[in-house]
Nanobody, 122 residues
Framework: VQLQASGGGLVQAGGSLRVSCAASGRTFRDYVVGWFRRAPGKEREFVASIRTRGTTTYADSVKGRFTISRDNAGNTGYLWMTNLKAEDTAVYYC?????????????????WGQGTQVTVSS
């Protein structure tokens, strides 16, 4: 499985952005989709996840502002980000995992995209 993240960019605080994660292969629907981010000087952190049946989980820092979704027919995962803040600035990574017991753990995911930069200007 190969993942291609896209949709990052520069946006003003309070604005919105959508990042996408396109996956190769025909088993996308069997994977948990996760989004993580790494801000400068910080560790990679969990943002959101969506399980195969649609159950979603969000980090407290983005709850109510971000929405994760998936399109199994199109082999694509999405992260809609609204009311963006300067502290949301980071490289955003998508990931797929089969046996994901803890959606917030990086090592639970098998495949990673290359990351897309999101910069929020204040």
């Amino acid at each position: 499985v190969q993942l291609q993240a896209s949709g990052g960019g520069l946006v003003q605080a309070g604005g919105s952005l959508r990042v996408s994660c396109a996956a190769s292969g025909r088993t996308f629907r069997d994977y948990v989709v996760g989004w993580f981010r790494r801000a400068p000087g910080k560790e990679r952190e969990f943002v959101a996840s969506i399980r195969t049946r649609g159950t979603t989980t969000y980090a407290d820092s983005v709850k109510g502002r971000f929405t994760i979704s998936r399109d199994n027919a199109g082999n694509t995962g999405y992260l809609w980000m609204t009311n963006l803040k300067a502290e949301d600035t980071a490289v955003y990574y998508c990931a797929l995992g089969i046996y994901v017991y803890d959606v917030a753990r990086v090592d639970n995911y098998n495949h990673w995209g290359q990351g897309t930069q999101v910069t929020v200007s204040s």
